[in-house]
Nanobody, 124 residues
Framework: VQLQAFGGGLVQAGGSLRLSCAAS????????MGWFRQAPGKGREFVAT????????YYADSVKGRFAISRDNAKNAMYLQMNSLKPEDTAVYYC??????????????????WGQGTQVTVSS
């Protein structure tokens, strides 16, 4: 399985960005696909995840109401629409896949395949 995240960039506070994650080599559909982020000097942080079959979504409190995760089953693609961006959203964003059986895959240890990351920088 190969995951490739792209769409990051530099944006002013209050602006928007849309991240994409392309998946290839999937022998079966994942149970979850998610987004995580890592800011300099910090650990990897859960952002959002989506149940691939049902489309049910889960968000970190810090992004709820501003970010929206979605997927396109036919294209094996996942997206993260980020609105009202804040400087504290600055991080490298990673997409990942999980087959965990728990109801909501918020822990990075539940994910077994990761993309290379895309940098998001929000200026104040």
């Amino acid at each position: 399985v190969q995951l490739q995240a792209f769409g990051g960039g530099l944006v002013q506070a209050g602006g928007s960005l849309r991240l994409s994650c392309a998946a290839s080599g999937l022998s079966r559909r994942p149970r979850f696909m998610g987004w995580f982020r890592q800011a300099p000097g910090k650990g990897r942080e859960f952002v959002a995840t989506i149940n691939w079959s049902s489309g049910i979504t889960y968000y970190a409190d810090s992004v709820k109401g501003r970010f929206a995760i979605s997927r396109d089953n036919a294209k094996n693609a996942m997206y993260l629409q980020m609105n009202s961006l804040k400087p504290e959203d600055t991080a490298v964003y990673y997409c990942a896949r999980s087959d965990t059986i728990v109801s909501a895959a918020r822990d990075s240890t539940m994910y077994d395949s990761w993309g290379q990351g895309t940098q998001v920088t929000v200026s104040s």
